[in-house]
């Protein structure tokens, strides 16, 4: 998912354009419309930033080999180095690092769909992986 600045541009430009057609039958002042403009190109390349860092990004820690060092093993890492319950560790250890990557974008925020696509998996494989460690975590907590 990588973000394209020249086509979210144009969709930002189209949006704000009707935006300010709204304003200007409501009879707001041009100033008010300018500042509110200014704000919102403000928004619109902070959120660009984001995306372009995190796009980068995405490329270490998704297409490495698995020969390379990548970024992914330390953060997986620190995800088990935080569990403080041994039964859980010993679950998340004896899971493979794809479900562990799946944990870890679900963490994220990420939805099935997202992850699905990043990780070049079908949205029921990221669903069944996800319900296979729910439920080993389950049991190993009832006990």
Known sequence: MTFHKAKEEYKWKQWKEQEERI??????????????RELDWQDFNAERRFWEHFSSNQEELYTRELEEPSSVVLNIQQLLD???????????????????QILLLKMWGFSVREIAGQMGLAEKTIYTRIERLKKKIKKVLKK
């Open 23 to 36: 304003l200007r039958k409501s009879g707001v002042g041009e100033e008010v419309i300018q500042r509110l």
């Open 82 to 100: 935080s569990v403080e319950n041994e039964h859980l560790l010993q679950v998340l250890l004896e899971s493979d690092k794809k479900t562990l």
